[in-house]
């Protein structure tokens, strides 16, 4: 990846990690405004202005919207790059929470705070991003962002066109994904694609440093609920 791509995703990382998007809250609307803006400044863009926007959330009691982009290589096969973009909320950040959407501010709190030698190694090799949202998810932001940056740079090069897709409410009720299948069905046909994968990025956890965890398969989201109702005695 070039050097300026590399500095592109930093910028986009901090830029959206300092833009509060608390899920189930009329805040999504911040970030969402941030990527038509960011997505707008792209050259491929600015020539096909018909290529991006803000889908609607439909019956959304918060006015929110998707977010997509299509760099379209004049091919059926589209490959489709997901995430979502809102995140919980600051309350456990206790005494952090004014400084917990700054990575930087972050890292240096924690210095203090956090006398751990695993910590304290972190903190100094300057490798490791902190605050509110930095790995769920503002990081597979600004890394599919810059992809699709990277890719709409030479529209005649690539075997597939790329669909970028942002959603939100992931952290509550999925209406920003569910919401989306209208859109998905709508810029098939539209633009005649044909969807051969869909890549949702999400943090995982691993004991190897290196290791890197790769699902594939069909991903659902099932929450059980479960109700207890008492009877007056």
Known sequence: MKTTNRESIETIFTEALAIPSFTNTETEQGIEAYLDQRIGQIPYFKEHPDHFGRYQVPQDHLHRSVNWALVDKGKKKTVILFHHHDTVDLEDYGSLSEIALDSDKVAEALKTLDRRPDMQEDLASGKWKFGRGSCDMKAALALQLGVLEAYAANPTEGQVNLLYLSVGDEE?????????????????????????????????ESEVGKEKVLHIGTVGKLMPVVVAQGVLS
Do not use: C, H, I, W
């Open 172 to 204: 509550s009720y999925s209406r920003g994904m569910r919401g989306a299948l209208g859109l998905l069905t709508d810029l098939q046909e539209k633009f005649d694609l044909n969807y051969v994968l869909a890549v949702d990025s999400e943090p995982f």
